[in-house]
């Protein structure tokens, strides 16, 4: 599955990730011993703690879309990573394009157990 994206500073399911949920929905419908995390960061603008709080609020927004499908909540882990596992070069003071920080805003699908 792809990666889903926010827009700065958001923690609302856009309608491009959506998209991306709801394939992950048939996944786990088709597979029901499936486990899975769902890791959220953030870019490295604002404070280690907001970033921590908002990709917290990101995963438990993927999760809450999930379970609003019918998936069951203990299948799923919502785990916020905030800015430590950025994607590319855009830590704290590096400037970078807007596009190179989109790519650092997303929840990632891990399988813990299937």
Known sequence: L?????DF????IRPDAAAILDELVRTMRDNPT???ELSSHTDSRGSHAYNEWL???RAE???NYLVSRGIARDRMVAKGYGET???NRC???????EAEHQANRRTEVT???Y
């Open 2 to 6: 792809e990666n889903i994206y926010y």
């Open 34 to 36: 499936l486990k899975i």
């Open 111 to 113: 399988v813990l157990s």
């Open 85 to 87: 596992r950025l994607v």
């Open 91 to 97: 830590a704290d003071g590096v400037r970078c394009s």
């Open 55 to 57: 990709s917290q609020k």
């Open 61 to 63: 927004s993927a999760v």
């Open 9 to 12: 500073d958001k923690y609302n």
